[in-house]
């Protein structure tokens, strides 16, 4: 089912629309208080809500107005991450707000106050009790806005596993019932890809209990705890925003503030050993996937081992932004909120759905980043699932049976740790992305394999789909998928003999085969050939730390200024070592964004050293640091 239709045509679709989205979003590059004085004239319509339900939907679309940051030039990622873009505007608008005085300044700052980041929401909530002691008037619904009680969720997942869309129903003390929607992508990542809202909650669960049809592959429809939920949605949300350009749909700034505020509203997970419902009912159990462990067993704040990429590992259940922002004096009603215990998890106990939640106790659990713990797939367990696949007869016509060997390793591999441990799982939209977009940024691939890895895919999605239970429709559109997909994959596939790089050189620089370190890999050695004190360059291992540290001082090889001190050699050895592994991803987007401007690397080198000493020890500071790079824009 594809939102869009469901917007257009279902009882599902979103039926509330704010009048914020006449600000056009991610454009206009005026002063501030230029834009910030634009925003609160559309929030004057707030003044005219009713709902709290509508003025939250209004809120987060003006708040969404800059959410989506347009890319550097050349297409280099933003040098400001989209999140300190947000929060840096967001508060901004904030201070201008509190300046104004105004009614229309009061509602959106209660607005802010429930929608923003926890540093917007503190000082939304200071700035609007601050204009209510002087006698500004708010609007009514600002005491009912985010005073909301998380009832049932649920997850519709397709036939192929390829995404959830996930409801999650809330109502305001019971009245004005509404269900969120948000769409998570396992082929992108886990990450959230859209979302959107409706009140029409009974005919939207109504529709996803009715949408299997004979005609195509059969979806399932089920019913699941809230803190797991939690735990799927904070981290898929974590990934959109942490990606630089990530591919939401357009309307998903819109709703990004409000799906972030209604995610902190849901139930966390309660500590091992204590259950949402009785063990005896909790104890059903879903068919998990050989090689893993049932789903929905996961600890608060444990991450899953082995199944998430760098950087996506679930955070822990201390959400940023959980925390109650402010206190209000006594006797006054906070801003935003009907009462100081209604804001914050929005939990109302066990009685809530209890019903509803113990017939879903015996449903599978959630698939994707944070949501459950899996047993990693070891080494072990892999060689015996391609030795399986091997020997299988779909298997039996691939003449080359070592590059086929090796490109099932791919294919499990990418399963395993891109997947969520699930190598079985055969989809075309997932031989797509694996056979188009992954293989080819991150797998070095020997001629053999190149030419046998469309056909050993093919094998593998007839062996794959058979035994994980795909009907033969599924499985056919897959197959298809691949065939149109082959001639798209001998073209963006690039061989790396065609960088103009010795093969040998290649292989020293990518022991992991991993293709697309080989650009930053090769920018963190000034020299890998040629004789220093004896020793042959081409020898050395430029992954190994001693090796590493002589192919640095053979760079710093200067007849008139003598060789480099050791402190500094330690410089460059630690940023060689941040390059080899990526760490972090902005090392690598400052570097090209200060080539482009025509600086040598070894300035670029020197520009990057300064600057993450500059930052300290602090992940985060050395991050932002980097995205500062160039500091002085070019004239």
């Known amino acids: 089912m594809s939102p869009q239709s469901r917007r257009a045509e279902s009882p599902g679709g979103s039926d509330r629309s704010g009048s914020a989205g006449r600000l056009v979003r991610g454009a206009v590059p005026q002063p501030a208080n230029a834009l910030f004085a634009e925003m609160l004239r559309a929030a004057r319509e707030l003044l005219a809500v009713r709902s709290p339900l509508d003025a939250e939907l209004m809120v987060s679309e003006l708040l969404g107005t800059w959410w989506r940051q347009q890319p550097g030039p050349n297409g280099r990622p933003p040098a400001v991450r989209r999140a300190d873009v947000e929060e840096l505007v967001g508060e901004g608008l904030v201070e201008y707000a509190a300046g104004q005085g105004s009614p229309a300044a009061l509602a959106l700052l209660s607005g802010v106050a429930c929608l923003g980041t926890a540093r917007q929401a503190v000082k939304a909530e200071r700035a609007a009790l601050d204009l209510m002691d002087r006698g500004v008037a708010r609007p009514r619904w600002a005491e009912h806005a985010g005073a909301v009680a998380a009832g049932d969720c649920y997850v519709n997942t397709d036939a192929y596993g390829d995404r959830d869309e996930v409801i999650c129903v809330f109502s305001y003390a019971g009245q004005e019932e509404h269900a969120l929607v948000v769409v998570v992508d396992y082929n992108a990542g886990g990450m959230v890809k859209d979302g959107w809202v409706t009140s029409q909650v009974g005919k939207l669960l109504s529709y996803c209990r009715d949408l299997a049809k004979p005609d195509r592959p059969k979806a399932t429809f089920r019913q699941v705890d809230s803190p797991n939920v939690r735990r799927l949605l904070q981290s898929a949300l974590t990934i959109t925003e942490t990606i630089a350009d990530p591919p939401v749909s357009k309307s998903f700034p819109a709703y990004h503030a409000f799906i972030r505020a209604r995610i902190r509203t849901l139930p966390p997970a309660l500590p091992r050993g204590r259950a949402l419902v009785p063990a005896a009912v909790s104890a059903g159990a879903g068919t998990a996937e050989p090689g893993t462990a049932e789903p929905g067993t996961a600890e608060p704040g444990t991450a899953e081992p082995g199944t998430a990429e760098p950087g996506t590992a679930e955070p822990g259940t201390a959400e940023p932004g959980t925390a109650e922002p402010g206190t209000a004096e006594p006797g006054k009603a906070r801003p935003g ?3 100081p215990g209604h804001r914050g998890s929005g939990y109302q106990g066990p009685g809530l759905g209890s019903a509803t939640r113990a017939a879903a106790a015996n449903m599978p659990g959630l698939i994707g980043p944070g949501a459950s713990r899996r047993t990693a797939w070891r080494r072990d367990r892999r060689a015996m699932l391609v030795a399986e696949f091997l020997a299988s007869d ?45 293989l080819p940024r991150k797998v070095m691939l020997s001629p053999a394999e190149q030419h046998a890895m469309p056909h050993v ?35 963006v596939y690039r061989d790396p003999a065609s960088f103009g790089i010795e093969p040998g050189l290649v292989g020293r620089l990518l022991p992991d085969r991993d293709l697309e370190a080989l650009p930053r890999r090769a920018f963190a050695f000034g020299v890998l ?30 007849p008139l200024n003598g060789q480099a001190s050791p402190e500094h050699l330690d410089q460059h050895a630690a940023l060689a070592e941040r390059l080899w592994h990526g760490d972090p991803p902005e090392l690598w987007d400052a570097a090209q964004r200060l080539l482009d401007l025509g600086m040598r690397r070894h300035e670029v080198v020197h520009a990057l050293i300064q600057a993450i000493a500059s930052a300290g020890q602090d992940d985060r500071a050395i991050r932002l640091a980097l995205a500062s790079l160039p500091r002085d824009p070019p004239g």
């Open 337 to 339: 909120t009907a009462s």
């Open 457 to 491: 895919l093919i094998a593998w999605a007839r062996w794959a789909g058979a035994k994980s239970g795909l009907d033969i429709a599924a499985i056919s559109k897959t197959l298809d998928a691949v065939f149109d997909a082959i001639s798209t994959f001998t073209s």
């Open 394 to 438: 779909e298997a039996e016509d691939l003449s080359d049976r070592r590059a086929a060997s090796r490109c099932a390793d791919h294919i499990v591999d990418y399963g395993c740790e891109q997947d969520f441990g699930r190598p079985l799982r055969v989809s075309p939209a997932k031989a797509e992305t694996f056979l188009l977009d992954w």
């Open 529 to 558: 050939e040629g004789t220093f004190r004896g020793t042959d360059l081409s020898t050395l291992d430029p992954a190994s730390p001693p090796d590493r540290r002589l192919l640095l001082a053979a760079d710093h090889d200067d």
